[in-house]
């Protein structure tokens, strides 16, 4: 028979396994509630500061601990998003979300090992349809708080009642914020094409900027098509959008031009198709594509090297 000493250690090893169980799910909520992944990690390791900083008594008093980080974890990327706002405000030309790599198209060459591997949070990220950079960018333009119902709710299910707990308003304000969310989301979202579609024209593409062929970006690029990049005032990039097929082909012959001996490889980018610029084996950019009917509509290209911090150690093609 157990001592009561003994049956609260029997009780707290599964109870603690699920704590750290939780990690990779708010992993997942705090890089689409952040378009950062270093955010998303620190706002994850604050939640769970606080959850340690408490004694053994008030851990075991809240019923579902699940719950308790989600809630913790989403006020606190809430608070981040309110302060993120601000400090946009100042930064150097575009913010474009943090690139995320799928690990597997890395594993063969990644220094390392899996013990590293296995740390790295962009390993713990699920690469679904509403992490693709088109839909994070939309994010963006939201408010913190539409930001936060509507990931909850839409892409993570929670219950507006839940929902309502972490934002500070009733499940009623929280379902407006939701629906306004969600319109913006229809009103950008352009069709997508087959996986196998995009990887198609993203090597086209590819192959056009290496043999600078001008007409043929042009002829893969939407008359309308932009492009967005990002440096961060740390490297040099064009610090506005360049706006119609045309410009941005010529653009692209400008950076081939001037940046000799890059490597393109053809990775997953925030996963569907996209580029990666190598130069003298450093990953120096980025690129995600939203495309619609056969065409390339918008480029995002990021430079900042503090957002390649999770391309920049893995494997070389």
């Not at 909520?29 to 994850?44: F, H, K, P, Q």
């Not at 690990?103 to 713990?124: H, L």
């Not at 042009?218 to 008359?223: K, S, Y």
């Not at 610090?239 to 097929?245: D, R, W």
């Amino acid at each position: 028979m157990s001592t009561p000493s003994e049956a609260r250690h029997e009780r707290s090893e599964p109870d603690l396994n699920a704590v750290v169980g939780e990690r990779r799910q708010l992993i997942n909520l705090a890089y689409r509630l952040l378009g950062s992944l270093a955010e998303a990690e620190d706002a994850v390791q604050e939640t769970y500061a606080r959850w340690y900083a408490m004694s053994r008594e008030q851990q075991e008093a809240i019923a579902a601990p699940g719950a308790w980080l989600t809630t913790v974890a989403g006020r606190i990327c809430l608070d981040l998003l309110r302060s993120a706002r601000v400090r946009r405000e100042s930064y150097v030309g575009a913010w474009i979300p943090e690139p995320l790599p799928d690990r597997r198209e890395w594993i063969s060459g990644s220094a390392g090992g899996g013990a590293a591997q296995s740390a790295d949070p962009a390993d713990r990220v699920t690469l679904d349809e509403s992490v693709n950079m088109a839909f994070l960018v939309v994010l963006e333009s939201m408010t913190p708080a539409e930001r936060v119902a509507f990931v909850l709710h839409d892409v993570f299910r929670y219950p507006f009642a839940e929902v309502a707990a972490i934002v500070g308003r009733t499940p009623a304000a929280c379902r407006q914020l939701a629906s306004s969310a969600r319109r913006r989301i229809g009103a950008a979202r352009a069709p997508a094409a087959a996986t196998a579609g995009q990887a198609g024209l993203v090597r086209n593409f590819k192959e056009a900027w290496e043999a600078k062929d001008i007409e043929a970006l042009v002829g893969l690029l939407d008359p309308d098509a932009t492009m967005t990049a990002d440096g961060g005032g740390m490297v040099g990039t064009v610090l506005h959008p360049v706006l119609g097929g045309e410009n941005v082909a010529a653009y692209l012959i400008h950076i081939a031009d001037k940046a000799p001996g890059l490597t393109l490889l053809e990775r997953t980018v925030n996963g569907r198709p996209g580029l990666v610029a190598q130069h003298a084996g450093t990953t120096v950019t980025v690129a995600a594509f939203s495309l619609a009917d056969d065409r390339i509509t918008h480029i995002w290209a990021i430079r900042n090297p503090e957002k390649l911090r999770p391309w920049t150690d893995r494997g070389r093609s």
